[in-house]
């Protein structure tokens, strides 16, 4: 018979690593029902794993720490598995003491025992399962032997009678009003004497109406406020908290060691944060350009070879002109254009960036931008949906919601896009290339697009200044980030999870729309009305506003055909300055440099295109995941307005100082 078991912890302890090396593939991920706070589920052998949201307490002061709470409310999880940090124990076992005192059966399982080891702090788990009156098992989640320790401890614990709920003493003046409290407690629905307490604290949970009473008659005796009774329930965990892990640990507990003391002081101090973390994204985008050269011209030559063979079994098999033209110079050339320039700098791009965030970088790049989105008026959560948001835009929007506050969520949300996506790279680093880094290192071409991504931190800044000071007025809210320790990355793990997770899918994403819109395109390239295609007329009716902004008609008409995938536009931009509706040789830059002098683009016209390829709408895919977040026409119009004025208001700066 199946059963289900909760995972509980705090953020960084390996709960969810845990949670990946027990169920494997048996999982799926979705959102809490009625929230938009993310879940996990999967299966181990007979047990239904449900990896609660990370949490510092079951006191909800978050979204994420009340879906976590209201969950073990429900008692649908027969079991809860605490995991803590063995290197931090006396800071997690204040939420082991708050699941003790809701759930019956809870197994405490202390993770990194091997980190701890190597920090000189042994834990002692039999004096902590004394101390607690709770099963404890150590392990190292990344061991094989470890898991195997865990599933036995988790089957012993069905067999063992489930032990009675237990809490800390909580003062004589707490504990005096829960013996007023407690008969008028009887056939409440949840645990008697946490139920009294959480009245006291003034929360609103289902209670007779005779117990809610009798809650605020026992605060007014005590006079506190609601808050102040939080305090005292606070006060008191921490005090059982120390008091056993002062006799369960040996050695000093710290979550961070020496070393990792002295690279904060490199990557999270005033002098040296912001100069480090320009040269780790110099160097990043240095290597993704670097090594993205080469295969993409291999990849353009693969394409061009079996094209050719292509042709020939359409010759051979007597298709008809327009088969061949819809599904060669249309559908294929755009698909081949994709991935010859896409793939190859996502896959040396992604693996990069997930190994600083595996290493416990990203954090760190977090922290740093906190105090410039404080002053902001916005939450310093909102660096993180940014980071976020270089991998895909609709991603950065989804991860809007770890942010409390709806004013400083509406402004992430309004201004994400502003970062350019993986699917803006590829263009940004062919224009910059072709045109201000030509035949030359590698070195010029990424130390500019180091300088367009600050940009566009920049203009993040700026629109949320703007923002917060018109539409989205209000103050700041302080948030607490936790920076993990520095860990070694787990490089194959990692190489697998952005190839697939990232860059396979991103890639398979922009596929899946590049083909059907290079076919489209070319139906309308192929349509000639009058004698002149249809793809020509429409870029004409915007080659007048194009010219103002620095750009033309069909760099405009790309950008808006693009609205599917950004990763097309380059592909749709060819094809539009090709009037047979093809896009011929693109096996290198080289040929796309030609054919775009040809068209009388310049350095301003080159630089007007990079410009607004970081600041336009979004795709369609983000915009609609703007209008599932807000609920709101409006918003997802503005997320689109605020990224294109500043880019059109750019570029038209741009080129009024180029004439």
């Not at 109406?209 to 007014?220: D, N, S, V, Y």
């Not at 009774?229 to 002062?246: H, T």
């Not at 880094?437 to 993040?460: F, I, Y």
Request: charge should be positive; include cysteine.
């Amino acid at each position: 018979m199946e059963r289900i078991v909760a995972l509980a912890g705090n953020p960084n302890v390996g709960k969810s690593t845990l949670f990946n090396r027990l169920t494997g593939l048996r999982q799926h991920t979705g959102n809490w029902s009625g929230k938009t706070v993310a879940t996990a589920v999967g299966r181990c052998g007979d047990y239904r794993l449900v990896d609660l949201p990370g949490t510092y307490s079951l006191l909800p002061h978050s979204e994420e720490e009340r879906v976590a709470r209201d969950y073990l409310l429900r008692d649908e999880a027969e079991a809860v598995v605490v995991v803590c940090d063995a290197c931090c124990l006396e800071r997690n076992l204040n939420l082991v003491l708050q699941c003790r005192e809701l759930c019956q059966r809870v197994l405490v399982c202390v993770n990194l025992m091997d980190e701890a080891e190597r920090r000189g702090i042994r834990v002692d788990c039999a004096a902590l399962s004394r101390g607690l009156d709770l099963p404890v098992v150590g392990i190292t989640a990344r061991e094989k032997e470890s898991r195997e320790r865990l599933l036995a401890a988790l089957d012993t614990l069905w067999t063992a009678p489930a032990p009675i709920r237990r809490s800390p003493p909580y003062g004589q003046a707490l504990e005096t009003a829960l013996q007023h409290m407690l008969p008028l407690a009887e056939g409440e629905r949840l645990p008697a004497r946490w139920l009294c307490l959480r009245l006291l604290a003034g929360e609103g949970l289902s209670a007779s109406a005779k117990l809610r009473r009798a809650a605020e008659a026992e605060r007014a005796e005590l006079r506190l406020t609601p808050s102040g009774v939080e305090d005292l329930l606070s006060a008191a965990l921490s005090a059982e908290a120390a008091r056993l892990s002062a006799r369960s640990v040996a050695g000093e507990e710290r979550a961070y060691g020496k070393r990792d003391a002295r690279m904060d002081r490199i990557f999270t101090g005033r002098l040296w944060a912001f100069p480090v973390m320009l040269l780790l994204l110099l160097g990043i985008c240095y290597l993704s350009i670097r090594g993205a050269n080469l295969p993409s011209e291999w990849l353009g030559i693969g394409f061009a070879r079996l094209e050719t063979v292509l042709r020939r079994g359409f010759t051979a098999l007597s298709a008809p002109p327009w088969l061949e033209g819809l599904l060669l110079d249309g559908a294929y050339q755009s698909l081949a254009a994709v991935v010859s320039v896409m793939l190859p700098p996502m896959a040396i791009f992604f693996p990069l960036f997930t190994l600083l965030e595996d290493a416990g970088f990203l954090p760190r790049v977090a922290y740093n931008l906190d105090r410039p989105f404080q002053r902001c008026h916005a939450c310093g959560k909102q660096s993180l949906c940014m980071l976020m948001g270089l991998g895909c835009n609709a991603v950065g929007v989804t991860g809007c919601r770890i942010i409390d506050s709806r004013r400083e969520r509406l402004l992430a949300i309004l201004t994400n896009s502003i970062t350019p996506c993986n699917g803006r790279f590829p263009l940004l680093i062919a224009l910059l290339t072709m045109f201000f880094a030509r035949e030359r290192s590698a070195l010029l071409p990424a130390a500019l697009l180091c300088l367009v991504l600050t940009g566009s931190v920049l203009a993040t800044f700026a629109a949320t200044a703007l923002l917060s000071k018109t539409l989205l007025r209000g103050a700041p809210t302080p948030f607490v980030l936790e920076l993990p320790p520095y860990r070694k990355p787990q490089v194959g793990k990692v190489l697998l999870r952005s190839l697939l997770d990232r860059s396979l899918f991103v890639l398979g994403r922009a596929a899946a729309v590049a083909a059907p819109a290079g076919a489209l395109l070319w139906c309308l390239a192929a349509f000639r009305p009058g004698g002149e295609s249809l793809l020509l007329r429409l870029a004409a009716l915007l080659d007048a506003p194009g010219r103002f902004f620095g750009l033309d008609g069909a760099i405009l008409l790309a950008f808006l055909l693009g609205l599917p995938a950004n990763e097309t536009v380059l592909p749709i931009l060819l094809m539009l300055y090709r009037a047979s509706g093809g896009l011929g040789d693109t096996s290198g830059l080289g040929e796309i440099h030609a054919l775009l002098l040809q068209q009388g683009w310049t350095g301003v016209t080159a630089l007007c295109a990079v410009i607004f390829t970081v600041l336009h709408w979004p795709c369609s895919t983000t915009l609609l995941t703007v209008k599932k977040e807000t609920g709101s026409w409006k918003w997802t119009a503005l997320s689109a307005l605020v990224p294109t004025v500043m880019g059109l208001l750019l570029c038209a700066v741009a080129a009024a100082l180029g004439k």
